[in-house]
């Protein structure tokens, strides 16, 4: 089982950056395929960003693509999501997730462990 712990939200201007992190506890962290989904207001829970079980694969939704960098760090049982350039919708709550997989789950259904989550908000 692991529990996830999102941190790093808050408040920036538009074409600023921020840097997420999310701390999982566990001793089989290095043995999850890891994920960023965010939800906005009004709408569905989507996929960001993942990475797999060793860190060597990501995926990325077209949205963020070039702008958004996922990474972990399996010594220290974190994952990481660098946002550049962040524009106004970009704002959202933003979650990482869990999946016990070799691939990188794209669905937010085929993940078993979710963060409260943390609220990034963009001004334009």
């Known amino acids: 089982q692991v529990q996830l712990a999102e941190s790093g939200g808050g408040l920036v201007q538009a074409g600023g950056s921020l840097r997420l992190s999310c701390a999982a506890s566990?001793?089989?962290?290095?043995?999850?395929?890891m994920g960023w989904f965010r939800q906005a207001p009004g709408k569905e829970r989507e996929f960001v960003a993942g990475?797999?079980?060793?860190?060597?694969?990501?995926y990325y939704a077209d949205s963020v693509k070039g702008r958004f960098t996922i990474s972990r760090d399996n010594a220290k049982n974190m994952v990481y999501l660098q946002m550049s350039s962040l524009k106004a919708e970009d704002t959202a709550i933003y979650y990482c997730?869990?999946?016990?997989?070799?691939?990188?789950?794209?669905?937010?259904?085929?993940?078993?462990?979710w963060g409260q989550g943390t609220q990034v908000t963009v001004s334009s």
């Open positions: 997730a869990a999946d016990f997989s070799f691939t990188i789950p794209t669905l937010a259904a085929e993940y078993n462990y």
């Open positions: 990475i797999n079980r060793r860190g060597g694969s990501t």
């Open positions: 566990g001793r089989t962290f290095s043995g999850y395929a």
